[in-house]
């Protein structure tokens, strides 16, 4: 029950979030902050320089919808019924967007030719600041494929050079101002500027005189521009359309807006004349027909007033010819719409546009004529909005044309059946006209006859008035047109650039330099699996920490005889004092160190831990018990041709193997030479009996086993140790294996263990985030001779 409890504290202990060693765990690496932090300030410095600035430039106009008040010429307008000024928004914005319009506004800016200002690190674009300007006659498509570069010399000649990268030819001339240069890529002149600084390109000194150039063709110009332009309602009831557009020069984009609502609202007018113009056309041939047939019956009746000797018909005549006259009237009217009704029949029937004809203009007031008509209108709109944004035939494409075939045949049908009305009148005032012509029979006749020819003309003078009213209306319509849209704020642009933007630029350096670094560490840290410092070694395996040894970079391994004042030795000192804990006042003490792996610092461990007990007057043997590896032998300069192995095996005795050292009171036992089966000598009975015999003759006796994780040796060598050590090297020793030795000391197969924490680097987290070497040892007292040598990170931050 007790050991479940022990448990779980363990495990709350290692849930337990420790913010201070989360921190320190990430400035260990604060050079790399600084590295990165140094490469993001000087890459946003740079992007801020190089990269060129960009203005954001808006237009607002007004789009008059049917919810429009109409005043004025407008309100005449629609008075006239001589065109709907109804217009839909999203509509509107397609025609903005137009390949038409936007061609038209391309045509009347200079961005067909762009001029770039040649720096030593990069160019800028220049609109019509540049001290020339091109105009040429005719350009091949090599010209759009070339760059061209312009060196001015003097005020008045420049060099002209440039390769032609499809026949890679290349071309360098001086030539004048003002010069027709016929080449093979076009016919141009350089011209001189107004504002063309002489004195300042006379100057030889003047760097700013070299120009890079490029012709765009205005088919790319168009897609270009048609990709750059954002056209959008600020609201959903809105009838306000904002433009706005990117430029490197505002002046550019201002010029582009605002050349864009011009053509935009000239072309607005023209649609609207189209209307107009098809009505007066239409007019205009029924009244030449009208007035040629109006002069020849002048001509008969007067012919016949000769003829006959009459000057005028009676009174009676004079009344029936009036009731035939508006009978007449009628009969003119209808024939008048049923002549339209047939020209707008064969107009619909051939497939044309509707977006010109107006029934309402020559008396055709029928509402669902007008619909239909408004509807197919619509649906052309939309088929060419679709078209421009799709290729081929698209579904939305194939279902447009589908609705418009189907509006088409009703609007047929509709026509016929207003003409079917049309007829039905006119049959009826037939029947009433030819009542009347009865009582024309009463008539004498030679009245008769001339009322006939009078009946004639009058008729046709009816229909000829009525015309050149409505001729009169639609004149007046075309003088009077203005567009129903309007500007409400001109193109301008921002005060300053909306990229880049400095501040944001250093931000987002600043923020990037701190969490790229922060990542990469973090992903780091989670792939490492191997101990970092005392914490999580107290966590995992519950063992006492002994004490800290620092990381030496000197070559050889006895620190504490060559540097006996360095902090490497004084570690050694701290952990010689720290063993007096752990053997409990013992005269003959066995001390067995081991690790889980090699490469930790077993060995040297073994070699100056001897080394510093011997230092302090205590007889000592430093038994080199890693039979597969021996590796004493080599740092202290002796013999391993006999040894342990020689002793177990019976082939020599116990003073042929002892070897002195060049330390005081230290003995030396190598390994001796390898043997096939070091764990079964181990276990021999000799093993016994060489332990007894050197706690006759030595006080502190030290093992240099083999590596606990490997292989069972360090476990057998155990019953002979008054104490373990277990050294755990910074980075090196997994956690795995950390995890194994925790175990182990846990069930009890350890005897009298604690952990010695190897090759930790200075500063670092190593200690434990704040301890210094061992227990209570540290920098603070200049005294070690590593403090003349500390760097100047350890000056600052690590003063005592």
Known sequence: MQESTSTENFDEEESDFNLKGFIFSYLRYWYIYAIALFIGLGTAYFYNWYVKPVYSISSKILIKDDKSTSIGTQELLKDLDVYNVNKNIENEIEILKSRKILKRTLQQLEVDVLYYLVGNVKKSQVYKDSPFKINYDSLNFYAYNNLFFIKIVDESKFELQYTNEQTNETYEKEHLFGEKIHLPVGIFTVNKRPHFDNDMFNNEAYEKREFRVKFNNIRNNVEFYRAKLNVEQPGKNSSVLILGIEDEIPQRGMDFLNTLVKVYLENDILEKNKIASSTASFIGAQLETISKELKQIETTKQDFKIEKGITDVS???????????????????????????????????????????????????????????????????????????????????????????????????????????????????????????????????????????????????????????????????????????????????????????????????????????????????????????????????????????????????????????????????????????????????????????????????????????????????????????????????ISNDKGISSFLIGSETFDSIVQKSSVENLDIIPSGPIPPNPSELIMNEKMDELIEILKTKYDTIIIDSPPIGLVTDALLLNKYSDALIFVVRQNVTKKDHLTHIGQLYKEGKLKNASVLFNAVKAGGAGYGYGYGYGYGYGYGSGYYEEDSQKGWYNRIFKKS
């Open 315 to 637: 009174a009676e005549s004079q009344m029936i010819l009036d009731n035939v006259r508006s009978k007449d009237d009628e009969l003119s009217n209808f024939n008048l719409q049923i002549s339209f009704i047939d020209y707008l029949y064969d107009y619909v029937n051939e497939n044309k546009s509707l977006a010109d004809i107006a029934p309402s203009s020559l008396g055709i007031d029928d509402p669902l004529l007008v619909k239909l008509i408004g509807n197919i209108t619509e649906l052309e709109i939309e088929k060419q909005r679709i078209g421009i944004d799709t290729k081929g035939n698209s579904p939305a494409l194939s279902a447009v044309n589908e609705q418009i075939e189907y509006t088409r045949k009703k609007l047929l049908q509709n026509i016929q059946s207003i003409k079917s009305g049309l007829d039905a009148s006119k049959k009826e005032t037939l029947r009433s006209l030819a009542i009347s012509e009865n009582e024309l029979r009463s008539i004498p006749k030679t009245e008769r006859e001339l009322v006939s020819i009078e009946r004639e003309y009058r008729v046709k003078e009816s229909l000829y008035l009525y015309l050149l009213q409505k001729e009169a209306e639609t004149s007046l319509a075309l003088a009077a047109s203005v567009s129903d849209n309007r500007i409400i704020e001109e193109a301008r642009s921002t005060p300053y650039p909306i990229r880049p933007i400095p501040q944001k630029s250093y931000s987002l350096a600043l923020l990037l330099s701190l969490l790229v670094p922060t990542g990469l560490i973090f992903i780091k840290e989670q792939f490492n699996d191997t101990v970092r410092d005392k914490k999580m070694i107290e966590k995992m395996t519950k063992m006492p920490m002994l004490g800290v040894v620092g990381l030496s970079k000197e070559s050889y391994a006895l620190i504490v005889s060559e540097k006996p004042k360095s902090l490497v030795a004084e570690s050694f000192r701290s952990i010689r004092t720290n063993l007096k804990y752990f053997l409990s006042g013992k005269e003959q003490n066995v001390i067995l160190i081991t690790s889980s792996v090699g490469s930790e610092g077993k060995t040297y461990t073994a070699m100056n831990l001897s080394s510093i007990i011997a230092a302090s007057g205590n007889k000592t043997v430093l038994l080199g018990l890693d039979l597969r590896k021996p590796k004493i032998v080599n740092d202290f300069n």
